[in-house]
């Protein structure tokens, strides 16, 4: 099917219609341009912790934090080209409806065409002179020529109505081809941004494959990611116990602390429990890992709650956790939020149950970590968070 080239003004309508559409593709670009630059610095950054680890100076970072950002901002591309896809199979349905619906308006327009020439060939072969001899014709009497003036203005009206449909069948035509026009550069644009996200997405994928295996294949390297994960515990085990002994003075909201809520603790973000407490097998490094609390999962931004009420005892950054959050809950009592973005309580604030801490999202991180401790001793949530 042939469509026909729109007018100068139609091409101008056109060019500004693509601008709005285009705004919103430049957009998604720049969200891809940030995950790329964010790549680059992570893949820097994990070249200089390795280098770090053969030369045997863990003090140049943790691989096991750079996995975790590599895979965040890797799930982040995943969700630009998943988005990119269903745009383009919504632009498939609309611009397959358009053409439809064009076909359906250029098959009234030719029908509506032929009429209109039609009464074109009878107007000029009767002529002004014919209609109005028709009109003043001496053999008839005046109610005849009443009832054929009466006839020739229904025939006027019908030829305007009919001159009138087809000026705006020709507009309705313009406008729909002007939309298949959007519509093709849309699909255009989309193509050619999944196509960059997915080259992006693949190069995130095949650096995470070859790092993995260059760490699984060097025996030096595992043991020091290993070695990394469990002195990221000891931080914090020692920062507890440490908070413990050293504060003046103590939550006394509640006595009993925890004890109460026992079982009926509300979740400190709603998300699906991406790793459990215990010792579990690490699904990347295929080593068995302990985990002394819950990891959540959450998007940038989320609001993070507290689980019941107490006092900020320590708001501040941990390596290996972020931004962390730690409050009493008296009774030696404690939970903890790990991989905050934003902190809204600050040391010394009380909080009551359900109240607004801080908001997830630590270097692009989907998920917050979560920890319930008594005396120091951490305990599994699963025993004190409401079921689901």
């Given at each position: ?71 965040a901002e890797t799930r982040r591309v995943e969700r630009l080209t998943e988005r990119s896809r269903t745009r383009l199979e919504e632009l498939a349905t609309r611009l397959k ?292």
């Open positions: 099917m042939k469509y026909r080239v729109p007018c100068p003004r139609i091409r101008l309508c056109l060019l500004l219609l693509l601008l709005l559409v285009v705004t919103p593709c430049l957009a998604a670009g720049d969200d891809l341009d940030e995950s790329r630059a964010n790549l680059a610095k992570i893949q820097k950054q994990i070249e200089t912790t390795l280098k770090g680890l053969r030369d045997k100076r863990s003090e140049t970072g943790a691989l096991a934090d750079d996995l975790s950002r590599l895979d409806e358009q053409r439809a619906a064009l076909v359906a308006l250029e098959k009234q327009q030719q029908a509506t065409e032929v009429q209109v020439r039609r009464r074109l060939v009878v107007l000029y072969k009767t002529g002004e002179v014919g209609l109005v001899r028709a009109l003043l014709s001496s053999a008839e009497s005046p109610r005849e020529i009443s009832e054929k003036y009466a006839f020739l203005s229904r025939m006027v009206r019908h030829d305007r109505l009919l001159l009138a449909t087809y000026r705006q069948q020709a507009k309705d035509h313009a406008v729909a081809l002007g939309d298949l026009e959007i519509l093709r550069e849309e699909q255009a644009l989309a193509l050619s941004r999944q196509s960059r996200e997915q080259e992006v997405l693949d190069g995130a994928r095949r650096g995470k494959k070859q790092l993995l295996a260059a760490v699984k294949q060097d025996e030096q390297l595992l043991k020091s990611m290993l070695q990394d994960l469990k002195a990221k515990a000891t931080r914090l085990n020692d920062l507890v116990k440490t908070l413990e002994t050293s504060q003046t003075q103590s939550y006394t909201g509640s006595l009993e602390g925890l004890t109460q809520f026992k079982g009926r603790l509300p979740w400190p973000v709603s998300g699906q429990l991406l790793v459990g407490y215990g010792t579990r097998r690490d699904g990347t490094l295929g080593t068995l890992i302990e985990s002394h609390g819950f990891e959540i999962s959450a998007p940038i931004g989320a609001q993070i709650k507290s689980v019941a009420p107490g006092k900020v005892l320590f708001a501040n950054s941990l390596r290996g956790y972020g931004k962390l959050l730690i409050i009493d809950h008296g009774g030696k009592d404690y939970t903890l939020y790990a991989h905050l973005a934003r902190f809204d309580k600050q040391v010394g604030d009380l909080v009551a149950a359900g109240e607004n801490i801080g908001s997830s999202g630590y270097e692009g991180r989907e998920s917050v970590y979560f920890e319930i401790r008594r005396g120091g001793k951490p305990l599994d949530p699963s025993a004190w968070l409401k079921p689901r």
